[in-house]
Nanobody
Framework: QVQLKESGGGSVQAGGSLRLSCAPS??????????MAWFRQAPGKEREGVAG????????FYSDSVKGRFTISQDNAKTTLYLQMDSLKPEDTAMYFC?????????????????WGQGTQVTVSS
């Protein structure tokens, strides 16, 4: 069974940093995860795409709200996905989810992604 497990969330003051991790399991090989991404959802709001990465070539894409502050990456073995979050703002407070798809990539549309983790909470205080 394919699963994604997020970790690294927590509470931080505005201007601080956090690094989220996402560990996939159950895949036959890393190349079957064509695309991986991070989404977030704040209470009362719709799920929002944050950043994505083509796992084979490493090309990345970001939402305008985090561009220049957040960095998505993967380790060389493609066993772990990361989201480095710097210069955090209170409006970044949300549950953060890792997502994957085996055929489409390039856009942060939640409907494109077929596998999801359970999420990790990020809280930024002012």
């Amino acid at each position: 069974q394919v699963q994604l497990k997020e970790s690294g969330g927590g509470s931080v003051q505005a201007g601080g940093s956090l690094r989220l991790s996402c560990a996939p399991s159950g895949y036959s090989d890393s190349d079957s995860r064509y695309c991986m991404a991070w989404f977030r959802q704040a209470p009362g709001k719709e799920r929002e795409g944050v950043a994505g990465i083509y796992t084979r070539g490493g090309r990345t894409f970001y939402s305008d709200s985090v561009k220049g502050r957040f960095t998505i990456s993967q380790d060389n073995a493609k066993t772990t996905l990361y989201l480095q979050m710097d210069s955090l703002k209170p409006e970044d407070t949300a549950m953060y989810f890792c997502a994957a798809d085996d055929s489409r990539c390039g856009r942060l549309l939640s409907s494109w992604y077929t596998t999801w983790g359970q999420g990790t909470q990020v809280t930024v205080s002012s």
